[in-house]
């Protein structure tokens, strides 16, 4: 996922174009994102009415790992099916540039039970009229998280630091 944000921001800044003021009003984006909650990112949907956006993730994380019972070590694996759901609003602009705040819900699902409240301030820099790359940083707050099969975190938790993500968007 990350060579995939990368290449599309390589390619975004290989585009030689003049951009203007942004209006985004019934624009809808697909693109890719590093999401603010671990583990949660992927395939990116944005649509904006005027200022105000909506914002829908979906990913898909698969991880394996050794458990320990008795001293023997036992492989197991654990799929997360991320969906993540965000409200935008977009209070700065600038010719290139729109400034947002949005807050959202992060759900895992599959193996990894969990639930989530994302509250971000976010950038997106747009190259032409049709293709941006965004940063955003956020506080996601953790609520009744599955850490591991049968294993379960059922305390609210802010975790130890900020998170951070980024992505792409093509516009249409």
Partial sequence: MKKLVLLATLLGLAIPTAASAKTLEGRFGVGGEAGLTPGHGGLSLKYWAGNFGIQGLIGMQIATF????????????????????????????????????????????????????????????????????????????ALGVEVAPGIESTSASLGSVINWGGGFHFYF
């Fill in 66 to 141: 050794d458990s320990t019972a008795d001293g023997v070590a036992d492989p197991d694996s654990i799929t997360n099916l991320q969906l993540d759901l965000r409200a935008l609003y977009n209070f700065a602009r600038t010719e290139q540039t729109n400034l947002y705040v949005g807050g959202g819900v992060a759900l895992g699902l599959i193996d990894a039970d969990s639930f989530g409240i994302e509250l971000l301030l976010g950038a997106e820099h747009f190259f032409s009229d049709w293709f941006s790359v965004s940063g955003i940083v956020g506080l996601p707050i």
